[in-house]
Nanobody, 124 residues
Framework: QVQLVESGGGLVQAGGSLRLSCAASGATFSRSVMGWFRQAPGKEREFVAAIRWTAGTTYYTDSVKGRFTVSRDIAQNTVFLQMNSLKLEDTATYYC?????????????????WGQGTQVTVSS
């Protein structure tokens, strides 16, 4: 079965950087779309970024454009989210997700498999 395991979260000061990883296993990911979402307490899970596994095409929500970069290492079956210039409002639990839909969903409803999440806390 598909397993997604996130790592790399932590506490960082505003303006700092973190790199999240998502180790994927249990399927062939060549036609998948891998997404990153985040959820802050009391808020809905929101789309952050996504990448087409094979083509490497990337997509971002407006609030992270220019600051976050999603990438993947096909040989390691791992997806990354490099987060720079972190802001207080980036504080959330970050989730990795996978889908084999032919389009790029920007809603959590469009993804079929999820990791357990990793906490990112940005302090002032």
């Amino acid at each position: 079965q598909v397993q997604l395991v996130e790592s790399g979260g932590g506490l960082v000061q505003a303006g700092g950087s973190l790199r999240l990883s998502c180790a994927a296993s249990g399927a062939t990911f060549s036609r998948s779309v891998m997404g990153w979402f985040r959820q802050a307490p009391g808020k809905e899970r929101e789309f952050v970024a996504a990448i087409r596994w094979t083509a490497g095409t990337t997509y971002y929500t407006d609030s992270v454009k220019g600051r976050f970069t999603v990438s993947r290492d096909i040989a390691q079956n791992t997806v990354f989210l490099q987060m720079n210039s972190l802001k207080l409002e980036d504080t959330a639990t970050y989730y990795c997700a996978a889908t084999w839909r032919t389009y790029i969903p920007d809603s959590w409803l469009g993804y079929d498999y999820w990791g357990q999440g990793t906490q990112v806390t940005v302090s002032s």
